[in-house]
């Protein structure tokens, strides 16, 4: 494990990184909430509501691709030079994205997104692993959870209000200069910090794990994307699209994750999958509880997008909770990432009970929506540090760019089975319905997730 000062040139140049880091993740997290408010608006400017899902699948079908090579990049060359490029290529999509003139070039722009998030994110986590020692770890952890409250709070109104008054393309135009701050912050401290990196990486003694294969992680994004296409074609082709999908996947998924990852082995394999399902059935129901708000319940956009700020405060406040030492001090790592999945199975289920018995109050929703991001915030933040400590230096690209592929790899998954629950009724059904079994699938998934929690085994957060 890596011990020390995060930055060996001096307090100055570990301020300019951490500024750096959390800017980016800011950037990320505005554009998270900018896109689930403005989407909506820009699939029926084009009069393309049928694609709607696909916005947020391309994403992460990409985003799982640059992840594998992030990974890759990050134990041959450092974690500087694939966030430096991340965030570049990120905001080109994000200029693109906001230039779009069908929904053609808007799904192709999100693309270009998600393969700059994959390669930020994966390195920021790298660079924490490696460059951070493991008393700030847990506090970096929650400050990435931070990041995402400001956003959560003003992100939704302010990108309705955008949206309404100026045009949904202005929320991705609008990001651009943060995103480039983000660039120019960081450039200078992680050209400083670019030894200690590359120290991690000289430590492997050819006795660790293979890296993640390319190919498979162009495999897993394919059979994603062919479940999800087989749910809103619903005929014969369907079906035979989706066997094909199913291989594909089961030929992937071993070659990208750890041994034991489908058998919920202990350890690696069970903390991945529990990120994995976890945040698949928090992303995919949070992707269309807007439309649940303003479908089901007739709920102002402007009103309903303040009803989003719930899940990440909770989230962020959790995360905080895990980093202090009243809470490590009484419960193991694993064991956190149990009470987290526990947290989000209950608050997922109880908005599918709000859905199928419409006439709850819509604050009952909103509890079990902020219950599941009370959960999430424990599970991110807790499998992050989990795989940190069960990794040595030089495997930690490697585990965490599997870790991430995880989550991207189901997230894209639970969201286009979602997608394909909401399509087979979106064209004028019982909204309950309709949306009920979008959280039936959201529910099971957080459930198996649960399952996976409780057979990690012991985590211990270094002494």
């Known amino acids: ?44 400017r084009f009069g393309r509501m049928d694609l709607y899902d696909w916005a947020f699948t391309t994403f992460m079908i990409f985003q799982v691709m640059a992840i594998v090579v992030g990974g890759r990049l990050c134990d041959r060359i450092g974690s500087a030079p694939p966030m430096i490029c991340g965030m570049a290529v990120f905001a080109l999509g994000l ?3 906001g230039s779009s003139v069908s929904m053609g070039m808007l799904l192709a722009m999100r693309a270009v997104q998600g393969l700059g998030a994959g390669l930020a994110s994966v390195s920021l986590m790298v660079l924490i692993g490696r460059v951070f020692d493991d008393d700030r770890r847990p506090a970096m952890m929650s ?7 400001l956003p959560s709070v003003i992100g939704p109104p302010v990108a309705a209000l955008v949206t309404e008054r100026l045009g949904w393309y202005w929320v991705f135009w609008g990001l651009l200069p943060v995103v480039v701050f983000a660039l120019g912050v960081s450039w200078a401290p992680l050209k400083r910090v670019r030894g200690r990196d590359l120290a991690a990486i000289g430590s492997d003694d050819g006795s660790g794990d293979a890296p993640v294969p390319l190919w498979a992680a162009g495999v897993a994004a394919a059979g994603a994307a062919m479940i999800q296409y087989a749910g809103h074609r619903l ?14 996947l089961r030929l992937a998924i ?11 082995g202990r350890g690696l394999p069970s903390v991945m999958v529990t990120r994995g399902l976890g945040n698949g059935a928090f992303i995919a129901s949070e992707t269309y509880l807007l439309l649940i708000l ?11 997008s303040l009803i989003l700020c719930t899940g990440s405060i909770a989230w962020a406040i959790s995360a905080w909770a895990q980093s202090r030492p009243w809470l490590r001090g009484r419960l193991r790592r694993d064991r956190i990432i149990v009470l987290g999945a526990r947290l989000c199975a209950a608050g997922i289920a109880l908005m599918l009970v709000c859905v199928l018995v419409p006439a709850l109050p819509v604050p009952v929703l909103v509890l079990g929506y902020g219950t599941g991001g009370f959960g999430m915030g424990l599970i991110v933040s807790s499998t992050s540090l989990a795989v940190m400590a069960l990794s040595e230096p030089a495997a930690l690209g490697r585990h965490t760019s599997s870790l991430q592929v995880s989550e991207g790899m189901l997230t894209s998954l639970i969201t ?8 087979l009724g979106a064209g004028g059904g019982h909204w309950p319905v309709v949306f009920g079994r979008v959280l039936a699938v959201t529910t099971a998934a957080a459930v198996v997730g649960l399952v996976a929690a409780l057979r990690i085994g012991p985590v211990h957060d270094p002494a």
């Open 95 to 97: 200029v693109g994205a």
């Open 416 to 423: 286009g089975i979602a997608g394909s629950a909401y399509a």
């Open 235 to 248: 005929d014969l082709m369907a079906l035979v699209v989706a066997l094909v999908a199913v291989v594909l």
């Open 1 to 44: 494990m890596t011990t020390g000062t995060p930055d060996p040139t001096g307090p100055g140049a570990s301020r300019l990184l951490v500024i750096g880091i959390l800017t980016a993740v800011l950037a990320t997290a505005f554009e998270s909430y900018g896109t689930l408010t403005a989407m909506p608006s820009a699939a029926a």
């Open 143 to 149: 400050a990435f959870s931070f990041c995402w409250v």
């Open 294 to 304: 303003t479908q089901e319940h007739a709920i102002a956009l402007g009103r309903a």
């Open 254 to 264: 071993p070659a990208l994750m750890p041994a034991g990852f489908l058998s919920l």
